[in-house]
């Protein structure tokens, strides 16, 4: 499995970006798709995930500004980021996890300046 991240950009507080994942295989049979970010200088944390039913959940400091959602027919998982924040600065992630194994893509960089 190979995982595409792209959308990643630099934007001022208040903006917007999605990110986007691209899977080189069919998602429908994951168990779950993620997305994490790593700041510098920090430990790498879940932002959102979204499992098998569609169910989704997000750490605090995102709920109400982010969305995770997923297109099947496109192998695709997105988060869409409202309302960015400069504390949203870091390296994310798209994670999927298949057959009990993880996959990660590359990461894709969102700055955001105040």
């Known amino acids: 499995v190979q995982l595409v991240e792209s959308g990643g950009g630099s934007v001022q507080a208040g903006g917007s970006l999605r990110l986007s994942c691209v899977a080189s295989?069919?998602?429908?049979?994951?168990?779950?798709m993620g997305w994490f970010r790593e700041a510098p200088g920090k430990q790498r944390e879940l932002v959102a995930v979204i499992i098998g039913g569609g169910h989704t959940n997000y750490t605090d400091s995102v709920k109400g500004r982010f969305t995770i959602s997923r297109d099947s027919t496109k192998d695709t998982v997105y988060l869409q980021m409202n309302n960015l924040k400069p504390e949203d600065t870091a390296v994310y992630y798209c994670?999927?996890?298949?057959?009990?194994?993880?996959?990660w893509g590359q990461g894709t960089q969102v700055t955001v300046s105040s």
């Open positions: 994670m999927m996890i298949h057959s009990a194994s993880a996959y």
């Open positions: 295989g069919s998602i429908t049979s994951a168990s779950g």
